[in-house]
């Protein structure tokens, strides 16, 4: 079993919608949560990180945890073309705060 | 505020070459992160430095080492280079504020071996 897993995708949606980007992880003690966007050929951008259960909002975009069930999930409202991009989730460990568990990816299309 | 910057951006060496990668973090960040991406393994965590020690390192052979100096700036250095090494390397800093520890990644050096 993978740390982190990912759907690979290509995740399709319209432009305007909304697009849900899930991750599950493997260890309980996770602390962590990080998503990043990542356009072809350039490095990572951080876009979100969480760390309580629940949900934090961020101008269009929304992170979700629940550590019960063990994922992670983004939601993008109002989807736009430029959100086209691989969409990374990335977690930490207790007492290795610096190192990230990234998942795969999940590619996101965004159509018009 | 300059983000992390990384040099070279690209480089292409010959199996059995070594090869050294560096990296300044954002102004004020102490912690130096390095990853290696590839579009078999994705993103991997080599090692971490942190006021020039490092603090935590990856499943990664002994042919991958780093270092941290004095005003954080980090470097790579992997030697007997192999095809395989071939990918991007990236380098993240971090501010390692006592409760939130985001990661800020650099352009990326990426490494070709022939």
């Known amino acids: 079993q993978k740390e982190v897993e990912q759907n690979s995708g290509p995740l399709s949606v319209p432009e305007g919608a909304i697009a849900s980007l899930n991750c599950t992880y493997s260890d309980r003690g996770s602390q962590s949560f990080f998503w990043y966007r990542q356009y072809s050929g350039k490095s990572p951008e951080l876009i979100m990180f969480i760390y309580s259960n629940g949900d934090k909002e961020d101008g269009r975009f929304t992170a979700q945890l629940n550590k019960a069930s063990q994922y992670v999930s983004l939601l993008i409202r109002d989807s736009q073309p430029s959100d086209s991009a691989t969409y990374l989730c990335a977690v930490t460990q207790p007492g290795t705060a610096s190192k990230l568990t990234f998942g795969t990816g999940t590619r996101l299309q965004v159509t018009l | 505020k300059a983000g992390v910057t990384q040099t070279p951006r690209y480089l292409i060496k010959t199996r059995g070459q070594q090869v050294t990668l560096s990296c300044s973090p954002i102004?004020?960040?102490?912690?130096v992160s390095w990853y290696q991406q590839t579009p078999g393994q994705g993103l991997q965590f080599l090692f971490e430095y942190f006021s020039e020690t490092q603090r935590n390192k990856g499943n990664f052979p002994g042919r991958f080492s780093g270092r941290q100096f004095s005003n954080s700036r980090s470097e790579m250095n992997v030697s007997t280079l192999e095809l395989g090494d071939s990918a991007l390397y990236l380098c993240?800093?971090?501010?390692?504020?006592?409760?939130?520890?985001?990661?800020?990644f650099g352009p990326g050096t990426r490494l070709t071996v022939l």
């Open positions: 102004s004020g960040h102490r912690s």
């Open positions: 993240a800093s971090s501010p390692q504020g006592p409760i939130y520890n985001e990661q800020f």
